[in-house]
């Protein structure tokens, strides 16, 4: 019952934050730039009230649990095991030009190992769920991954080019439909739902996978380090697949 409550409560947090983010989705934004790890990234003033917004639902309930968000960093440490990541709005540049796709990721970890996940797309109304060893859910329908065993036939998602060009440069001729449309924790939950074959992940920023990537895996696909071991909140290099490709996609990647 209290994973159950959990998880109601994460969806609650997310709903909050897509009340203020799909309402301003075609109205003009206050843009800003942040400057993180040297790179320039775009933010809107939606960002920082929708993470404000889950932030509320999970502090009344969880206010001994620590948090990380993409706009408000960590907050000071507690003792508690339990860590919140959060990315308010995944897929900002998008919604910012008015290109409908973009997402709300919301995980909980204890000592790192992420135990429930949710990644909610307002504007199709999309909510995937999981939480750890109880499978991974559409709008409260299961799902699970595709069933392509060819690198030819696969759809591949990649994040920003100029991260990955050198990783995947092994792949362009072996991967007819290798794309990048810049909202990762939706096109990962794409994986898991099956639409898509797989996702090869370049980041720093853990609130922007821990979700997505519990969701595969609890869909039946494959998540690890591009040397093949096990993923964390601490990971960088990722590959996410459906399995029977990962094998097949981590020898290409590894040969550099």
Same mark, same amino acid.
């Given at each position: ?24 989705? $075609? ?20 960002? @920082? ?18 948090? @990380? ?17 959060? #990315? ?17 990721? @919301? ?15 307002? @504007? ?33 998602? $990649?994040?920003?080019?100029?991260? $990955?060009?050198?990783?995947?440069? =092994? ?33 720093? =920023? ?6 997505? =990537? ?9 998540? $690890? ?16 697949? =459906? #399995? ?13």
């Amino acid at each position: 019952m209290f994973k159950m409550n959990m998880l109601n409560i994460a969806i609650k947090a997310v709903k909050e934050a897509a009340k203020i983010s799909l309402p301003a989705f $075609t109205k003009k934004k206050n843009i800003s730039y942040k400057n993180k790890e040297g790179e320039e990234e775009i933010v809107t003033d939606i960002d @920082l009230k929708a993470e404000k917004a889950i932030k509320a639902v999970l502090k009344k309930h969880f206010p001994d649990h620590n948090f @990380l968000g993409e706009e408000q960093g960590k907050e000071s440490q507690k003792s508690s095991d339990f860590l919140w990541l959060i #990315d308010p709005l995944d897929g900002t540049v998008n919604y910012c030009r008015d290109i409908k796709l973009y997402g709300i990721s @919301l995980a909980l970890a204890k000592k790192k190992d992420v135990i429930l996940g949710v990644v909610y797309n307002p @504007l199709t109304n999309e909510l995937f769920t999981a939480q750890k060893g109880q499978g991974a859910f559409l709008n409260n329908q299961k799902i699970k991954v595709s069933s392509q065993k060819e690198l030819s036939n696969s759809v591949i998602y $990649t994040t920003e080019l100029y991260k $990955t060009i050198n990783i995947i440069k =092994n792949l362009i001729f072996k991967l007819k439909n290798l794309r990048i449309t810049s909202s990762a924790a939706y096109e990962t939950c794409l994986v898991a739902c099956g639409r898509t074959d797989g996702f090869i992940k370049v980041t720093t =920023n853990p609130w922007g996978f821990a979700a997505a =990537n519990l969701i595969v895996k609890e869909a039946g696909g494959k998540v $690890t380090n591009f040397n093949g071991s096990k993923w964390n909140i601490d990971s960088t290099k990722m590959l996410i697949t =459906n #399995d029977i490709l990962h094998n097949k996609i981590l020898k290409l990647l590894n040969k550099l």
